[in-house]
């Protein structure tokens, strides 16, 4: 139950990693104790051809939500807009859209689990990743005495320094084993009919894989940590010398020659040439690194992060990405209520990240 502080001259206090705090607490992933609202990438303009509905939901899928909103006018669901799809397990708040000569009828709507709370014209239909983040409102029960006051360390932490962009359980379905049939999609051993459902499943091996790299620079950035730059090198097989300039560094993800980077929160990418010029810039949160989802038409680390990126880089018949492998946790706000043992907190992520994260690190889990 100790809070490690590693000693810098310049800046203790970024150093601050719980890498001993173990919290406890209850979550439960369910409309009461979980929300999420998406944060619109701009304004909408009050006129066009197209109707943007504000729409709450609770313990539906985004997909069986579109599909009773397009039942109810009469439309396929593929005519629909989105930004993003959110959990069933939880409180959302979303923006959809359809086209506005569908108006009245969506004013008589009523279905118990959805309510439609505004509606505003808009020139475009909404696309998916047409958002700047989302806010998460959590409800955190049994916190007591000292907890409340592990996960305030805890949380100080994280506004400071940001947490690892781990995909979320979602992504890998209820057993775990989406990517399974991702990889035998891959591999030409599974055949599906269905375009959205393969490519799905093909994405959730992406993601398994872009999971793994990030675990294995986890593991990097525990060990330098602890131990010398050159007993690291030893113990993840790196040839000497490639972990030189990194333990300095001033952030806990330590940044290693030939990394992809990118702006921050959104921007180009380039590789990591001078490593304590570009420590200092993603110490001032004006760029993060960006692993890899392996595929065509992207950017690869090169040098040393491109021997660990590697294994990780499997030749895939989709296009690939880069995703950012640390992110800022922004807006946070939080509530102690003591009577109840109930610790509230509220925080704003970027597009396509999962509050699990956050909520991971409060644990003292993956980070």
Not at 105 to 119: A, G, M, N, Q, Y
């Amino acid at each position: 139950d100790k809070i490690r502080l590693i000693k810098h001259r310049k800046k203790p206090m970024n150093l601050i990693y719980p890498l001993n705090v173990k919290n406890e607490f209850v979550f439960n992933s369910s409309a009461r104790d979980f929300t999420v609202e998406e944060i619109p990438l701009y304004e909408f303009t009050g006129e066009g051809e197209h109707l943007v509905l504000q729409v709450r939901k609770k313990d539906l899928t985004t997909w069986e939500m579109l599909d009773i909103i397009s039942n109810h006018v009469g439309i396929r669901r593929r005519d629909m807009g989105y930004a993003g799809l959110k959990d069933k397990n939880a409180m959302t708040i979303q923006y959809i859209s359809v086209m506005a000569i569908h108006e009245e009828k969506l004013k008589v709507f009523t279905h118990d689990k959805i309510k439609i709370l505004s509606t505003v014209r808009h020139n475009n239909k909404i696309r998916v990743g047409h958002l700047k983040g989302n806010r998460f409102n959590i409800r955190l029960k049994k916190v007591l005495g000292i907890e409340k006051d592990k996960l305030d360390s805890v949380l100080k932490w994280i506004k400071a320094n940001g947490v690892p962009n781990y995909f979320g359980n979602q992504r890998f379905g209820t057993d775990g084993n989406n990517w399974v049939d991702g990889k035998k999609l891959i591999e030409g051993t599974l055949k599906i009919r269905d375009r959205k459902t393969k490519e799905f499943l093909m994405g959730s091996y992406q993601s398994y894989l872009f999971n793994g790299w990030l675990s294995k620079r986890m593991e990097i950035n525990h060990l330098l940590e602890k131990f010398t730059e050159a007993e690291t090198e030893q113990v993840v097989k790196l040839p000497e010398g490639s972990l030189k300039g990194t333990k300095s560094q001033p952030n806990f993800f330590k940044l290693v020659e030939g990394d992809v980077m990118m702006h921050y929160p959104y921007g180009r990418l380039f590789n990591v040439e001078n490593l304590e010029e570009e420590a200092k810039r993603f110490e001032s949160k004006d760029i993060a690194p960006a692993g890899l989802l392996p595929g065509k038409k992207t950017n690869r680390a090169e040098g040393v992060a491109g021997l660990i990126e590697a294994p990780f880089a499997e030749d895939i018949n989709l296009n690939g990405a880069r995703r950012y492998a640390w992110i800022q946790v922004t807006e946070i706000k939080k509530t102690y209520v003591e009577e109840k043992a109930h610790y509230e907190l509220s925080f704003v992520l970027p597009k396509g990240c999962y509050a699990t994260n956050v909520l991971d690190v409060l644990r003292g889990g993956q980070a």
